[in-house]
């Protein structure tokens, strides 16, 4: 059994460092589950519910897991352009769901399709995205890619004849007693896929607990089961095996966002890492975190989770008073 008392001492070590080290200083949420319960949470600076930035991503699929139970979703190596006719004539024709959900469509990332780049944009960001010229062989290879999670969010309106956000807050949120997220949408009003849901780590907790659970019973399992594969070798930022939506390491899945937001899932554990980064959008997009920043993941892997790998009855009296 996973002794308690060595965790709290771990999450103690780890709001010290939060506390001590300017470099983490913008952590803002540390909060424990094991087995479903609580059993460290402490809340040090900013908002309680905030923007999550990419693990919004892993939302998107799942919500693409729970059109894939309903029916509602396609074949995963369908074309988008099937339901969104208007990429049909840009360089997007053709790529599947399959390459969004597992960021493998070799489309180009950076300059005017720099995500910041299309946000900025008055209106038309799905059209942005989608004339992102080739740069590789769609399905190939991974590719930290932004867009491709909007143009998920784009498809998924169109297949379940309503926003991402209403979708989730139904099919999702309700049923996990989530009622503290918001989900903001581009001028055209298609829910931003890539990042800007705001949760709380109450919420990203509860987040959590379905993905240790497989997704059951809200996502197709057969979905849930190649969601939480690494179906490429995957890459920066998080240098792990990316499934969909979602990273996989050797024993635990990761839900990842910039400025420190994180959901670590173990076989028993979830562990939620939230960062208050005092983002602006801009343009230009702003924040005020020091260029030596690093996420409280980190913490977690120096003082957590040697805890939580330690096989049971092996952690003595003084490291657990630590």
């Not at 339901?83 to 024709?93: C, E």
């Not at 849901?197 to 019973?217: I, K, T």
Request: proline share 9%; glycine share 10%; aromatic share 6%.
């Amino acid at each position: 059994m996973l002794d308690r008392v060595a965790v709290r001492a771990a999450g103690r070590r780890i709001g010290d460092a939060v506390r001590s080290d300017p470099r983490y200083a913008h952590t803002s949420h540390l909060r424990v589950l094991v087995e479903g319960l609580p059993v460290f949470d402490e809340h040090y600076r900013g908002p309680t519910v905030a923007d999550v930035f990419s693990v919004t991503k892993t939302v998107v699929a799942t919500v693409a897991g729970i059109a894939a139970r309903r029916g509602l979703l396609p074949g995963l190596d369908e074309p988008l352009h099937a339901v969104l006719p208007a990429l049909r004539d840009t360089p997007s024709r053709g790529q599947t769901w399959r390459q969004l959900l597992t960021m493998t469509r070799g489309a180009a990332v950076d300059g005017a399709w720099d995500i910041d780049a299309i946000t900025a944009l008055p209106g038309g960001q799905v059209a942005r995205v989608a004339s992102a010229p080739c740069t590789g062989t769609p399905g190939q290879a991974f590719r930290y890619d932004n867009g491709a999670a909007h143009l998920l969010s784009a498809g998924l309106s169109q297949i379940l004849r309503c926003s991402v956000a209403d979708y989730a807050a139904a099919e999702l949120f309700a049923p996990l007693g989530i009622r503290d997220a918001t989900w903001p949408a581009d001028p055209d009003g298609v829910s931003y896929g890539f990042a800007h849901l705001r949760l709380s780590a109450d919420a990203l907790g509860r987040l959590g607990e379905l993905w240790r659970a497989g997704g059951q019973p809200l996502v197709d399992p057969a979905f849930a089961a190649a969601m939480t594969t690494a179906q490429t070798p995957g890459g920066p930022p998080e240098q792990l095996p990316y499934g969909f939506g979602i990273w996989v390491g050797d024993d635990m899945l990761l839900a990842g966002g910039w400025a420190g937001q994180h959901v670590v899932i173990l076989p028993t554990v979830v562990v939620v890492t939230t960062g208050d980064p005092r983002f602006d959008p801009g343009p230009p997009p702003r924040d005020e975190l020091p260029v030596d920043w690093r996420p409280a993941l980190e913490l977690v892997h120096q003082h957590l989770l040697p805890v939580l790998r330690e096989p049971a009855g092996e952690t003595d009296a003084t490291s657990a008073g630590r």
